[in-house]
């Protein structure tokens, strides 16, 4: 009796392609924020195009946590220690991260964006390594390099484009990098949190933290003036609303429930697959044309990313 109970929960459980599609998932919301913030940047400054759609997120999904706590009232009590944490995650982690690609797109060219973000997923496995005990196996090193390496002719325009070395550059990559070290840690530590905390959990009371850290930001830097959120047009609030519901809040609650279950390293791979999601986004939106040479480097993405769903063991 006890064999077929558990041959059947066996059945229930998700497999590993499930968790991928839902990192595949999270990646495609990620990768319209581009979209998005083009709509928004002909009337907002970057801070507040940034954490105006944050803070409504964090206002949005406080109901949502209340609820979370009181489903499960002998759930784990918040301590001093875990605001600690939780302060770490949205300060060193989200504020880093966003600050760092605003400010640093805005000082740097796009396309010099567009090929640092490609240290993230590396980034993540070498803190992944170092804070979570993860091990970096040969398959994955190599799916690293195929990825990156797929990435690269993706975005072939973007490598031919980009300035690293120029003086003006100079800062605004720095920036840009600053903001992927943000990234990458902020998914590693949470996922060091999702032993004691759920994804919601560990999301609100993140995003808490780093609101109120981010707020006399905005006051100084880019005072809110009313007449400006009322000259949005319905495009831009549209914008406004994806951001604040898909980027901020549904993506990041995708991501923590498949890190749930897979390490960083390989949870990681999927962001290989936001320039894919944003290259067929301008094929099908703006009507852009794709190149052989970055067909070919969207099949490599895809093949590095099946080899490590498919293989490795530490997966499943």
Not at 103 to 130: Q, T, Y
Request: glycine share 8%; hydrophobic share 55%; proline share 3%.
């Amino acid at each position: 009796m006890s064999t077929i109970t558990s041959t059947s929960a066996q059945k229930r459980t998700p497999g590993v392609a499930w968790y991928f599609f839902l990192l595949a998932l999270a990646s495609l919301m990620w990768s319209c924020q581009g979209i998005a913030v083009k709509f928004l940047d002909r009337q907002m400054g970057p801070i507040s195009i940034t954490f105006l759609p944050f803070y409504v997120t964090t206002l949005l999904f406080i109901p949502l946590l209340i609820r979370e706590r009181r489903r499960n009232p002998l759930g784990s009590k918040v301590t001093w220690g875990d605001w600690k944490k939780f302060a770490m995650a949205g300060v060193a982690g989200q504020v880093l991260a966003q600050l760092g690609m605003t400010w640093g797109i805005s000082d740097s060219l796009a396309s010099n964006g567009a090929i640092l973000n490609l240290l993230i997923p590396v980034i993540s496995a070498v803190l992944a390594s170092f804070m979570l005990r993860e091990k970096l196996t040969r398959l994955r090193v190599v799916a690293l390099i195929l990825g990156l390496a797929g990435v690269l002719l993706l975005s072939e325009s973007d490598v031919r484009q980009s300035s690293f070395l120029q003086t003006q550059f100079l800062l605004g990559n720095l920036l840009i990098v600053g903001g992927c070290f943000g990234s990458s840690f902020y998914n590693v530590y949470c996922k060091g949190l999702l032993r004691k905390f759920s994804e919601i959990e560990i999301l609100i009371f993140s995003y808490i933290c780093a609101s109120i850290a981010s707020l006399p930001l905005l006051f100084t830097v880019e005072p809110l003036h009313w007449k400006t959120l009322a000259a949005l047009d319905w495009k831009s609030w549209l914008a406004f609303g994806f951001l604040a519901i898909f980027m901020y809040g549904a993506s990041m609650l995708v991501f923590f429930k498949a890190l749930q279950h897979l390490d960083v390293t390989v949870a990681s791979f999927s962001l290989y697959l936001v320039p894919i999601f944003g290259v067929l986004l301008a094929i099908t939106i703006l009507g852009e044309r794709l190149s052989p040479i970055a067909i070919g480097g969207a099949a490599i993405v895809l093949v590095s990313t099946v080899l490590v769903m498919r293989y490795d063991s530490s997966s499943a």
